[in-house]
């Protein structure tokens, strides 16, 4: 589900900028300068795991990411597609972060974290294919967005659901914080 909303954002957020009549200088140089924040956010969701372990946060940034995303499908103006190609930026690398940590700490096996490229490259296949349907029946690119921010959450019920079992199951795993 993540890799949907990846899939989507990614295959549409230029055109939503082109669409509400943003300049090619404005998109171009939005992407540019936050793309800078996708490390950023990366290496943060690394400190952070190292001391508050990768479930709560992940689920802290899912949530912020729904909301970041229906705010630019209301409201696609300038000062909006900044600030959400920002925090866009600087959450959806980190989450990846997490997801691959928590992932590791429940299969040491290495079986699970070798199937995540196939299961991302399926939601980013997936991903912009449903958006195009979206676009291709005139719903526009605000229900793009939203699709996204259904996806996110959806991804944070299920992984919710993951965190809770494993708070009963193996407490030790569900909030494990890497030290070496």
């Known amino acids: 589900m993540f890799s949907v909303m990846i899939g989507s954002f990614w295959a ?3 055109r939503l900028g082109v669409s509400v009549g943003f300049s090619d200088d ?16 990366a290496y943060i969701a690394f400190k952070v795991s190292r001391s508050q372990g990768q479930s709560k946060p992940m689920l802290w940034a899912l949530m912020a990411l729904v909301f970041v ?6 409201h696609p103006v300038a ?8 925090i866009y930026q600087l959450l959806w690398n980190g989450i990846d972060v997490y997801q691959l940590g ?12 070798s199937l995540v490229p196939a299961a991302q490259g399926l939601g980013q296949t997936i991903g912009p294919s449903a958006a195009a349907i979206l676009i291709g029946n005139d719903f526009g690119y605000g229900a793009v967005m939203y699709l996204c921010a ?6 944070a019920f299920l992984y919710g659901g993951v965190y809770l079992f494993l708070k009963r199951q193996a407490p030790s795993i569900a909030d494990a914080v890497e030290t070496s």
């Not at 928590?102 to 974290?113: E, Y």
């Not at 259904?150 to 991804?155: E, F």
């Open 26 to 41: 404005f998109i171009a140089n939005a992407l540019s300068i936050t793309t800078v924040l996708s490390i950023t956010g």
């Open 79 to 86: 000062f909006t597609y900044f600030v959400v190609l920002a």
């Open 150 to 155: 259904g996806m996110a959450l959806t991804t």
């Open 12 to 14: 549409y957020i230029e």
């Open 69 to 74: 995303l229906v705010w630019l499908g209301m």
């Open 102 to 113: 928590t992932i590791s700490n429940i299969d040491h096996s290495g079986r699970f974290p």
